[in-house]
């Protein structure tokens, strides 16, 4: 018996081949509400193990780093450039929507942000019909710009970060001391309560000696004097107050966990913390010192950004790495370089203690990248900035545009990402082996 072949005659197509059927895409709605509860789970999850404050922290920085790419996005627009993509983190596409030209939207991995501006350099194959709206086919004021708009953005964030620690949260004087606590020793009234000093009192006088801005003093006198009433004199709002403290042993009366100075020789507690009172400043002073705050910012990071690059800096990064010892000093210097984990350990330290401190260490970073972000070196912005000088120079008075070779430039390049490399190694295994303490 034979087999009989029922498979259909194949078809002759009478036109031309149809495109095969693409699934429908998402509509814009579902992705956005897909993006949200994304969004409402990862908050959740953080505030149930804890890590609130950590989240903020990224969430700032992530914020950070996309003004930064908006400053760029917005200089370029204004030059009449073409922009085809605005996006937070990297990798696959979460969420993305289309206006006009540009693309929008979030990647999965939320490692920082990037704005897309086609011709930024001569070795970038371009569309021929993005001709005259290139990055390099721009002049030269609008090129600087846009390689300049990430710094100036950053330095915008941080005076308007100042503004708003100076007149809303207020800065510490470092002239007056101030109680900050008062706690109980033993499970009683610690000498200083039972004195009546208060939490926000403001120390001017213990024994007779002005204390000023220097808390050393206060307990200097109380160290020396346990069981011998001293006279205090604060100030509470508008009032000054004479109190008598009488020192106890911090020996046998103190806190729980509290570490006991080498030695059998008695000294003398009160039971209190201290700390400098905040005072806010009017709004058009503010202006003023929020410059002068930016100016002298500016210079240390232009000084940090100097030792970090120094022979000397990078053999101490490298000894941090080994030695707790080290990387302790360094942190207490002001001469520890963090790397991004040592950042958010810092920042989140910093929200946990409240929100000028906060606002402070937002402000330093933002100076920091902003300085950093200049040094003429690609991949740096600094970079940028430097070959359009460099081919400003070059052009003259000429009608064609010169324009730099970047393949030439490509092993410097290659050579401050390997000392980028070195700096930063070491930096984050000393964040990972040495954490940063507040």
Same mark, same amino acid.
């Given at each position: 018996?034979s087999?009989?072949?029922?498979?259909?005659p194949?078809?002759?197509?009478?036109g031309?081949?149809?495109?095969?059927?693409?699934?429908?895409?998402?509509s814009?709605?579902?992705?956005?509400?897909?993006?949200?509860?994304?969004?409402?789970?990862?908050?959740?999850?953080?505030?149930?193990?804890?890590?609130?404050?950590?989240?903020?922290?990224?969430?700032?920085?992530?914020?950070?780093?996309?003004?930064?790419?908006?400053?760029?996005?917005?200089?370029?627009?204004?030059?009449?450039?073409?922009?085809?993509?605005?996006f937070?983190?990297?990798?696959?596409?979460?969420?993305?929507?289309?206006r006009?030209?540009?693309? *929008?939207?979030?990647?999965?991995? $939320?490692l920082?942000? *990037?704005?897309?501006?086609?011709?930024?350099?001569? /070795?970038?194959?371009?569309?021929?019909?993005?001709?005259?709206?290139?990055?390099?086919?721009?002049?030269?004021?609008?090129?600087?710009?846009?390689?300049?708009?990430?710094?100036?953005?950053?330095? !915008?964030?941080?005076?308007? !970060?100042?503004?708003?620690?100076?007149?809303?949260?207020?800065?510490?004087?470092?002239?007056?001391v101030?109680?900050?606590?008062?706690?109980?020793?033993?499970?009683?009234?610690?000498?200083?309560?039972?004195?009546?000093?208060?939490?926000?009192?403001?120390?001017?006088?213990?024994?007779?000696?002005? =204390?000023?801005?220097? $808390?050393k003093?206060?307990? @200097?006198?109380?160290?020396?004097?346990?069981?011998?009433?001293?006279?205090?004199?604060?100030?509470?709002?508008?009032?000054?107050?004479?109190?008598?403290?009488?020192?106890v042993?911090?020996?046998?009366?103190?806190?729980?966990g509290?570490?006991? $100075?080498?030695?059998?020789?008695?000294?003398?507690?009160?039971?209190?913390?201290?700390?400098?009172?905040?005072?806010?400043?009017?709004?058009?002073?503010? /202006?003023?010192?929020?410059?002068?705050d930016?100016?002298?910012?500016?210079?240390?990071?232009?000084?940090g950004?100097?030792? !970090?690059? @120094?022979?000397?800096?990078?053999?101490?990064?490298?000894?941090?790495?080994?030695?707790?010892?080290?990387? @302790?000093?360094?942190?207490?210097?002001?001469?520890?370089?963090?790397?991004?984990?040592?950042?958010?350990?810092?920042?989140?330290?910093?929200?946990?203690?409240?929100?000028?401190?906060?606002?402070?260490?937002?402000?330093?970073?933002?100076?920091?990248?902003?300085?950093?972000?200049?040094?003429?070196? /690609?991949?740096?912005?600094g970079?940028?900035?430097?070959?359009?000088? *460099?081919?400003?120079?070059?052009?003259?008075?000429?009608?064609?545009? *010169?324009?730099?070779?970047?393949?030439?430039?490509?092993?410097?390049?290659?050579?401050?990402? !390997?000392?980028l490399?070195? =700096?930063?190694?070491?930096?984050?295994?000393?964040d990972?082996?040495? $954490?940063?303490?507040?």
């Amino acid at each position: 018996m034979s087999a009989i072949d029922t498979r259909p005659p194949p078809l002759v197509p009478l036109g031309p081949a149809l495109p095969a059927p693409t699934p429908p895409a998402k509509s814009p709605r579902r992705s956005a509400a897909e993006l949200i509860a994304v969004m409402a789970a990862i908050i959740a999850v953080s505030v149930a193990t804890g890590h609130t404050y950590l989240l903020i922290v990224i969430v700032s920085i992530v914020g950070i780093v996309m003004v930064h790419e908006l400053g760029h996005f917005l200089a370029a627009k204004h030059g009449g450039m073409k922009v085809t993509e605005y996006f937070v983190g990297f990798g696959p596409r979460l969420w993305s929507f289309r206006r006009g030209e540009t693309e *929008y939207g979030i990647k999965a991995l $939320p490692l920082g942000g *990037y704005v897309k501006i086609p011709g930024m350099t001569n /070795l970038e194959e371009v569309d021929p019909a993005d001709e005259g709206r290139l990055y390099r086919d721009k002049p030269f004021h609008a090129r600087l710009l846009v390689a300049v708009a990430g710094s100036a953005m950053h330095f !915008l964030m941080a005076f308007v !970060l100042l503004i708003a620690l100076v007149t809303l949260v207020g800065v510490p004087n470092n002239n007056q001391v101030q109680v900050q606590g008062v706690s109980a020793l033993g499970g009683r009234p610690g000498p200083a309560a039972a004195g009546g000093i208060r939490a926000g009192d403001v120390v001017l006088s213990v024994d007779g000696r002005v =204390v000023g801005g220097n $808390p050393k003093t206060l307990t @200097s006198v109380i160290e020396d004097h346990p069981g011998v009433p001293l006279v205090v004199v604060v100030e509470r709002g508008s009032q000054r107050k004479t109190l008598t403290v009488t020192p106890v042993n911090g020996r046998t009366h103190h806190e729980a966990g509290a570490l006991v $100075p080498k030695g059998s020789a008695p000294y003398g507690i009160i039971g209190v913390s201290l700390g400098q009172p905040t005072e806010r400043i009017a709004p058009l002073h503010s /202006l003023g010192t929020s410059v002068a705050d930016l100016g002298h910012l500016m210079w240390s990071s232009v000084a940090g950004v100097g030792r !970090l690059f @120094s022979p000397g800096g990078i053999s101490h990064q490298f000894a941090q790495v080994t030695s707790a010892k080290a990387a @302790s000093s360094a942190a207490a210097n002001g001469t520890r370089v963090t790397s991004i984990v040592g950042v958010v350990q810092v920042a989140t330290q910093a929200a946990q203690t409240g929100i000028g401190n906060f606002l402070y260490i937002l402000i330093v970073i933002n100076v920091f990248f902003g300085i950093f972000n200049l040094f003429p070196m /690609l991949p740096l912005d600094g970079g940028h900035v430097a070959i359009a000088v *460099y081919e400003k120079i070059r052009t003259g008075r000429r009608k064609v545009m *010169y324009h730099a070779d970047v393949a030439k430039m490509m092993p410097f390049a290659w050579l401050m990402m !390997l000392v980028l490399a070195i =700096v930063i190694l070491p930096a984050l295994l000393t964040d990972i082996f040495h $954490p940063v303490t507040g």
